[in-house]
């Protein structure tokens, strides 16, 4: 917390050093919050905040990683080893964040440039109605802004999949749940997980976990990832055409993906939703 005695230096008040750090006002009192930037001093009697000039550089840092659109938990990471390999590191991670940012609005905007064109869509894939078998899995939870979601999947597969070689020497499709019924771009939950040997009850953040059977319906999404919300789209109509309603948080499971193709359009998704 900052003091309530005038620290050494010369105090710039808030609204000037927004001008200087080029940060809203409003951003500066939600970075004091979070912890980001706290002010040099508060006024006790009104509650103003005031900086010092060697702020601006702390600033100006997170104005330039937020414009990069990196998610605030890695801000925070980043100003506490600006100076070490792991600030290096986030840099890095973050850059390859950007670049298949940049692959995917690509892919959009030749499907949106296809759309505009008249172009007519592929036929749409086949919906079956399964029942399918409970299952064990080996999951992982875990809670990341949307922007992070491409990044944690991939780091949590990686564990699941080494832990799974570890134990069995093999390899099986990851999947993922994102149960939230609401989207928030700021705070999405999902469930990384893997088959289970009959043995392995997990280790460390590793948990076994029971998925019911039941009615389900399911679609292979061939394609990038970026297109998967069209297979939503045909379970949501062939579910409302056949009568069916959902019953719980569809899940998708990776067949072929990133590790297995250079090429996203050669991707194989299942997208399997309870139904009944």
């Known amino acids: 917390m900052p003091s309530a005695q005038h620290p050494t230096g010369s105090l710039i008040p808030i609204g000037r050093f927004s001008k200087i750090s080029r940060l809203s006002v409003s951003s500066l009192r939600?970075?004091?919050?979070?912890?980001?930037?706290?002010?040099?001093?508060?006024?006790?009697?009104?509650?103003?905040?005031?900086?010092?000039?060697?702020?601006?550089?702390?600033?100006?840092?997170?104005?330039?990683?937020?414009?990069?659109?990196?998610?605030?938990?890695?801000?925070?990471?980043?100003?506490?080893?600006?100076?070490?390999?792991?600030?290096?590191?986030?840099?890095?991670?973050?850059?390859?964040?950007?670049?298949e940012r940049i692959a995917e609005g690509q892919r959009i905007l030749a499907y949106l440039r296809r759309l505009q064109g008249g172009g007519e869509e592929d036929a749409p894939p086949l919906v079956l109605a399964q029942n399918l078998p409970p299952q064990e899995i080996l999951a992982i939870h875990a809670r990341v802004p949307e922007t992070a979601v491409p990044g944690a999947w991939r780091e949590l597969a990686a564990e699941l999949r080494a832990y799974l070689?570890?134990?069995?020497?093999?390899?099986?499709?990851?999947?993922?749940?994102?149960?939230?019924?609401?989207?928030?771009?700021?705070?999405?939950?999902?469930?990384?997980?893997?088959?289970?040997?009959?043995?392995?009850?997990?280790?460390?953040?590793?948990?076994?976990?029971?998925?019911?059977?039941?009615?389900?319906?399911?679609?292979?999404?061939?394609?990038?990832?970026?297109?998967?919300?069209?297979?939503?789209?045909?379970?949501?109509?062939?579910?409302?055409?056949h009568g069916h309603e959902a019953t719980g948080a569809p899940r998708e499971v990776y067949l072929v993906g990133p590790t297995e193709t250079a090429d996203p359009h050669s991707y194989e998704t299942d997208v399997i939703w309870p139904i009944r």
Do not use: K
Request: proline share 7%.
């Open 30 to 99: 939600y970075y004091d919050e979070l912890g980001l930037l706290r002010p040099a001093y508060v006024d006790p009697d009104s509650s103003y905040r005031y900086y010092l000039l060697s702020q601006v550089r702390t600033a100006e840092t997170i104005r330039l990683l937020r414009a990069l659109d990196m998610p605030l938990e890695e801000v925070q990471r980043y100003l506490e080893e600006s100076d070490s390999a792991q600030a290096r590191d986030l840099l890095n991670h973050h850059e390859r964040r950007m670049e």
């Open 165 to 241: 070689r570890r134990r069995e020497g093999s390899e099986q499709p990851v999947g993922a749940i994102f149960p939230d019924p609401f989207h928030d771009e700021r705070a999405v939950n999902m469930t990384v997980f893997i088959p289970s040997p009959a043995n392995a009850r997990g280790q460390g953040r590793i948990v076994r976990e029971h998925l019911p059977g039941g009615l389900c319906a399911t679609i292979r999404h061939l394609g990038p990832y970026t297109l998967l919300h069209r297979s939503y789209e045909h379970l949501a109509a062939w579910m409302q055409g």
